[in-house]
């Protein structure tokens, strides 16, 4: 064994992985609650890889990116249930939970036609929850292009 990767080794048992410098620093006990915006941008690009795995018929990742979305919504409701005097909570529950259902079940069923039409439901469903709460300009639409080029969809 070289070295190098002996000492490593010695170091890793003797004081455990987390005790290792990171390349970034990393905050210990914090109450972080990552804003709406961070929120909401990572369920845009969920949204997009959800249209392409459905596109593409991979059933399993379309699955596991519109799990990661209602994550993201159940993290809106959790951190953010009002924001500027708007029940985003409430919004988000009467406006997503239908199309959410109607997405799992065409992916369940491997139903291309059902899938496009509910996530285009889910689609209106985001842009209408985006106008209830003043932010009418954005408005949601299935991607024409993956901005993620290093995933095979």
Known sequence: MKPFIAITLITLIL???N???TPYPIAKNTNYVPGL????GTIQIRHAKLWFAGKMKN???????LDEIKEALDDTVKYHPNFKDKPIAKMIDSNTLQPTSQIEQAIKNKNYKEFVKSFDKLSDACTSCHQSSGYGF?????PTHSLISNQKF
């Open 15 to 17: 004081h455990g992985a």
């Open 19 to 21: 005790d290792l410098p």
């Open 37 to 40: 915006g961070d929120i909401m």
């Open 59 to 65: 059933w399993e990742l379309a699955a596991y990116e």
């Open 138 to 142: 954005i408005s949601i639409k299935r």
